[in-house]
């Protein structure tokens, strides 16, 4: 599939709607059975991929509906992670896991839900994976020697994975380290554990790291220059980043670093409800294009649409996609 | 018939449930009340610690037919404190009477509106009339509005508690500092400033400290001083004389602090508030055989004290509906004498009452609800709660709280000290407002509703006694970033 220039895609959640909230947390006391629960999010996962396609997206994502948060999904599927209460208030909450042993190989069962949006589109697809150093953040360690230890055994372990997924078809995969913003004095191993992650995967490789969007609101606040000069040793093609809320000053890192990487531009900012008018997302591009050349530039919001109402996210991809006609336009396109 | 002591006082409570159980049971044996009415019937036993209220000594609350029994529901308040020895029967005959008669007599009782939410109330237009023009109930009245509260001066200034909450922050600035998280501004923002007392205190407080630790975090700091009265910013302004190079004094409507402060979107590290939310206007919920129902109130004046203030400001009672709607939209300068106006305003705010109905919570709007808090969050909570329970919506209080909440920095927090209900067992313990407190009006705030929709929006909720006077009744909520 040929894409135009400056793609449009979405960092991978989309609005969790209310009803599907409920029936979440209907599941987690007993009231729903599980394969009631799995058609649900069959439905929900659908009409999130249609909505993206309405709204013009040209990468998709399943809206990662099926995902309680970025966190426990994996935990779950994680072999070795034990959880040790698994009843919640809200869905939405983590469980408390830890690990207490090596982590066994076994497949994660992402391939699956890959297929599943593969049938449902004709256009371009993209899958997220929580990263290793957030994992890390999230579940408890009571086994390795150190956080990086475990983080490069969760790499190994989920490694495999990625590959399947290249062989279902992925091109495009997101690697999500949000906690890279909360603790930057661990990004060194974090890195080291992204690559062991991606190494030898055949696909297109992103990662996202944001300032947290837990229940719409930023977790840590601070300036993306602790990433340089350690990030350029990932081995991915593209950074997707958070400008639209905190403005677009540490875009010059960019140019000021030489960064190699396509850079995915936040110009949706997904913790305000107030809806961009297409004439600021393509100012925003405008911005973006200064330091990074048009072929390596994405346009993209500044994370998941997870905690906006349905019609509001909709309506901000739908002007994400309208600002960056205007600017493709511009450029002759 | 459910009897319900909502008072846990011995005396003079039996004395009266005595009274309540022998007038009920003869009414039902005078033919004054069927079989099935006394059946269903629930009649509660308050005190209300408020002298001045919103109630008649007995007072019935009347919902729509129950579709099983087809007989209206009714229920009876007793407020304990105002029964006078001997007239309880009477009261109850004669407000039975009235809640069972069709049309609903209005020889009684002078109107000033008709049902409506509480929130939408007249009641809380006098609130705001108080607010607007305090200096002239004070000077009414000879004494400031902090002499009304318990205890005679606001809880907001006590020297402990202000040296404690600016301990807790100055802990926070270091420890953000040793994590390079602390912003180049930092940004505290008080709601609510009354006199500027404790915004004078906490600066001072908050000088000391940063010079004695050597920290200088004061020329960073940004306090913002946020009120709906520009006369009340006014007058706070000299509390804080020593420190007006660091404070800024904002007009800002406190059920929206977000919409004023809209730049400062994630930015402020602390928020204080005291005794705000319970002085917003607010709704009341009932549960009863598992149904929920809104109260819906009417403003209204007794008959007698209509024709009381009639004769005293030389008005026929037929103007004296118009005459309050003028007085709530003009001042007190609507009367040709503003000191007759203000004495006009007293009067009323004095002899108004509430009278109540029940409407089933589905024939509301959608919108009923404030927002963040659906119904079916509000079953969630309600399942582990009494089965037929009265409480508070707060939805004044839950809109401020979740309109402030996105002003706040990651690891900032939001800290209030008001009266709270914690735990909806409470509501069976004790009366919780809505009083009159001088011209305002004072009503207990659901602390579980607030705890409830701050977990949703990213916050754990906790509640601390204010542990600074003895037998306060205050508690202090305090958030913190939920993982």
Known sequence: MSLPILPTTVVGSYSMPGWLERLKTEYFARRISRHDLDEIHDTAVKAAIKDQELAGVDILTDGELRRDNMIDYFVERLPGVQIDRSSKKFYYDFYDSAVRGTLPMAPLGLVDDFRFLRACTDRETKICITGPHSLTKRIRNEFYPSEEAFAMDIARVMNPELKELVKAGARWIQIDEPYYSGFPGDLSWGVKALNALVEEVDAKIAVHICYGNRYGKPSWEGSYRYLFPRILDAKVQQLTLEFARRGGEDMDLFREFACPFELGVGVIDVKTQAVETPELVAERIRKALEVVPVERLFVLPDCGCFHLPRDIAFAKLSAMVEGTRLVRKELGH | ?483
């Open chain 2, 1 to 483: 018939m459910i009897l319900q002591l909502n008072h846990l006082q011995r005396n003079p409570v039996t004395a009266v449930a005595q009274d309540v159980i022998e007038t009920f049971y003869s009414l039902l044996e005078e033919g004054h009340l069927e079989q099935a009415q006394f059946a269903h019937l629930r009649v509660h036993l308050d005190w209300i610690q408020y002298r001045q209220n919103f109630r008649e000594a007995v007072m019935v609350t009347q919902g729509r037919k129950e579709r099983a029994a087809g007989l209206p529901l009714l229920e009876v308040h007793v407020d304990t404190r105002q029964v006078v020895p001997g007239a309880l029967r009477e009261e109850i005959l004669r407000t039975m009477a009235r809640a069972t008669a069709d049309p609903a007599p209005q020889a009684d009782r002078l109107a000033l509106e008709e049902f409506t939410s509480f929130s939408s109330s007249i009641a809380w237009e006098f609130n705001r009339l108080y607010w607007h023009r305090l200096a002239d109930w004070e000077q009414a009245t000879g004494r400031s509005y902090e002499l009304a509260l318990p205890g005679g001066k606001s809880e907001a200034n006590h020297p402990a508690a202000v040296a404690d909450c600016v301990a807790d922050f100055w802990t926070l600035l270091r420890d953000l500092e040793s994590k390079q998280q602390l912003p180049a501004e930092i940004f505290v923002l008080e709601i609510g400033v009354g006199m500027g007392t404790r915004a004078g205190l906490w600066l001072d407080r908050f000088r000391a400290l940063d010079q004695e630790r050597g920290t200088n975090y004061c020329p960073r700091l940004k306090f913002i001083l946020g009120d709906y009265s520009p006369a009340t910013l006014d007058r706070s302004r000299s509390a804080v004389q020593k420190h007006l190079d660091l404070c800024s004094f904002v007009v800002l409507d406190a059920f929206n602090p977000i919409k004023t402060l809209s730049f400062l979107r994630h930015k402020v590290l602390h928020v204080h508030l005291t005794n705000v939310y319970d002085n917003l206007p607010s709704e009341e919920l009932v549960r009863r055989d598992g149904r929920l129902y809104a109260v819906q109130v009417r403003s209204y004046l007794p008959v007698a004290e209509a024709h009381r203030i009639a004769q005293a400001f030389a008005l026929p009672v037929g103007e004296i509906a118009r005459t309050v709607s003028r007085l709530l939209e003009s001042g007190p300068e609507y009367f040709p004498e503003r000191s007759r106006g203000v004495a006009f305003w007293q009067e009323v705010w004095k002899a108004l009452r509430l009278e109540e109905k029940l409407v089933a919570l589905e024939e509301l709007p959608d919108d009923f609800l404030p927002g963040g808090l659906h119904v079916s969050h509000l079953e969630e909570i309600l399942r582990d709660a009494p089965s037929d329970l009265r409480f508070h919506l707060s939805s004044g209080a839950l809109e401020s709280f979740r309109n402030t909440l996105p002003l706040l920095y990651p690891r900032g927090y939001l800290q209030v000290q008001d009266i709270f209900v914690t735990d909806l067992d409470e509501y069976r313990l004790g009366f919780h407002g809505p009083g009159k407190l001088d011209g305002s009006i004072v009503t207990w705030v659901n602390g579980v509703l607030l705890r409830e929709v701050g977990e949703r929006a990213g916050y754990d909720v906790h509640f601390a006694p204010f542990h600074y006077r003895k037998g306060s009744r205050t508690s202090i909520l305090y958030t913190t970033q939920r993982e």
